[in-house]
């Protein structure tokens, strides 16, 4: 049976850790997979994560299943870090919270929720959007179309042709859109641009999906959610999937959630039944370590104030390290300007590389990034920035 299936090109994005791993030049440079490291280039467990894991240690009792939505504590703390208290939605028990493996869990979770609502159903995505978003929707049923996001030329959103596409999508289809840090632009929309989208959304009836994998990491854990909070209190329905592998550094325990606002209390106790016996069918229940490590943190003030801190510090460092960058590359040379990526937000900018000037930097300078230029700012370190921009230069 098996010889029908042929073998395929390593992941687009994960394919790259991979083949860095295995380059022995020392002056090396890890700009591939979305993975904050610091300056000695590792990626540490956060201290506040190290002890809430020494906590849960000594508090679990056993090792019993978890209810089908995972720990109902950490639900309800992560409802709050979406919503943010006193949310109206929240208020008017219209919202449903499940834990999930990872983000990807709670995009693929969502998927086959909506394909048993709605089979085929459309969803829109950003062009471009993050590569597995495809296969994680696709996969499940759902029909894949796109809206115009990001100009590539003047490296900025193109909100004209993005609203212009929303204002043409029929009631009821989904439409996917990035809450902060958007993947792999690292150009987000502003209040005035998110309030102008939801006029859209909310006209025309068509549905919300919010992907937020980086809850902090651009403007700050509550400013990163003005969009998704703003659309909750103003449509019936919005799906939200959050990760936890970035903001929590909690990559490899798979912990994120999926969150819905639905029409009322009683259709969301209904959707949210679908919803488990969805998840039964997929992989019964949740992992439970990262989950329980969220829950200890949001319910700790000691905890939460140190884990606060050092996702600040994480995101003013990336923040710093775009200057720094931008500084060097334009320092370099003058033919093209690269301010923007101090401006653009999160882990990821493109820096509008076409593929051949890529494979150049990988093969010639060990450089890795994924084809379309998207680089990883948080694989820069201060001793690389030089070598990374003259090496860019050089391929210009
Ligand atoms: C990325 O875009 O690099 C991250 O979201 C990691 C991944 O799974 O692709």
Redesign the pocket.
């Known amino acids: 049976m098996f010889e029908t299936l042929k073998l395929l090109p390593a992941d687009p ?2 394919g790259l850790s991979m083949a860095y791993a295995k380059d022995t030049n020392p002056a090396k440079v890890d700009l591939g ?2 993975v904050y490291k610091n300056d000695e280039g590792q990626t540490p467990i956060m201290a506040a994560v190290a002890e809430a894991e020494k906590q849960r240690i000594t508090r679990e009792t056993t090792k019993a299943y978890t209810p089908p939505a995972g720990y109902p504590g950490a639900n309800e703390a992560v409802t709050r870090l979406i919503y943010g208290e006193g949310h109206v939605a929240v208020l008017a028990n219209r919202v449903r919270t499940i834990q999930t493996p990872g983000g ?1 869990g709670a995009l693929r979770v969502a998927a086959e929720l909506i394909q048993r609502a709605k089979p085929g159903a459309s969803i829109w995505v950003s062009t471009p959007t ?1 590569a ?1 978003h495809i296969p994680l929707l696709g996969s499940a049923g759902l029909s894949l179309k796109e809206y115009p996001y990001y100009d590539y030329t003047s490296h900025s959103i193109n909100l004209e042709a993005m609203l212009a596409t929303l204002k043409t999508i029929p009631r009821g289809d989904l439409v996917l859109l990035h809450a902060c840090c958007h ?2 632009s690292g150009a987000d929309l502003s209040r005035a641009q998110w309030d102008q989208v939801a006029d859209v959304l909310q006209e025309r009836g068509v549905i919300p999906f919010v992907d937020m ?1 980086y809850q902090g990491f651009g403007e700050g854990l509550d400013e990163d959610t003005y969009g998704l909070r703003l659309l909750a209190s103003r449509l019936p329905e919005v799906v939200i999937a959050t990760s936890f592998s970035k903001n929590f550094g909690l990559y490899r325990e798979r912990a994120g959630s999926l969150s819905l606002v639905l029409a009322d209390a009683a259709q969301a106790d209904a959707t949210n039944s679908q919803l488990l016996s969805v998840t039964r069918g997929l992989y019964s229940m949740p992992p439970a370590h990262g989950a329980a490590l969220v829950d200890i943190i949001l319910h700790s003030p000691e905890l939460t104030a140190l884990w606060q801190r050092e996702l600040t510090s994480m995101r003013e460092r990336i923040a710093g390290l775009r200057v720094d960058l931008v500084a060097a590359l334009n320092g370099l040379q003058q033919q093209r300007d690269f301010s923007f990526i101090a401006q653009e937000r999160g882990m990821f900018s493109f820096l509008g590389l076409n593929v051949e000037q890529v494979q150049k930097l990988r093969s010639e300078y060990s450089i890795y990034m994924t084809d379309n230029s998207r680089i ?1 700012v948080a694989g820069l370190r201060a001793q690389n920035i030089d070598y990374v921009a003259r090496a860019v230069v050089a391929v210009l």
């Open positions: 994005i994960l997979v979305g990807c993050w597995n993947n792999p994998a990883s």
